[in-house]
């Protein structure tokens, strides 16, 4: 059975940084994508940040530049570095596993974490 914890979320200043981390278990870890997704109340739940088994990334352009997803060499814990914080990064952020498709579009990851939260004050 595939578990995802997430931990490292908390309240920052705008311009302030966090880093979330998500322990695996229950899986074949090189054999999945890995995402990194948030949501904010009243708004659906968006990609953030993806890294494949290759070890290839893919932002979203909200987050290009500032945020950086990562992985141990034993490829657990997953990591979310995230710099330069602003009010609108906002949200409950998730870990999620694929072993199927490695895209954005969240109905194509079958395991969820129960998410952290973050919040970023002005």
């Known amino acids: 059975q595939v578990q995802l914890v997430e931990s490292g979320g908390g309240s920052v200043q705008a311009g302030g940084s966090l880093r979330l981390s998500c322990a695996a278990s229950?899986?074949?870890?090189?054999?999945?994508?890995m995402g990194w997704f948030r949501q904010a109340p009243g708004k659906e739940r968006e990609g953030v940040a993806l890294?494949?088994?290759?070890?290839?990334?893919t932002y979203a352009d909200s987050v290009k530049g500032r945020f950086t997803i990562s992985q141990d060499n034993a490829k657990n814990p997953l990591y979310l570095q995230m710099n330069s914080l602003k009010p609108e990064d906002s949200a409950r952020y998730y870990c999620?596993?694929?072993?199927?498709?490695?895209?954005?579009?969240?109905?194509?990851?079958?395991?969820w974490g129960q998410g952290t939260q973050v919040t970023v004050s002005s």
């Open positions: 999620a596993a694929s072993d199927l498709y490695c895209n954005m579009r969240p109905p194509n990851f079958g395991y």
């Open positions: 229950g899986y074949t870890y090189s054999s999945y994508c």
């Open positions: 890294i494949d088994s290759d070890g290839s990334t």
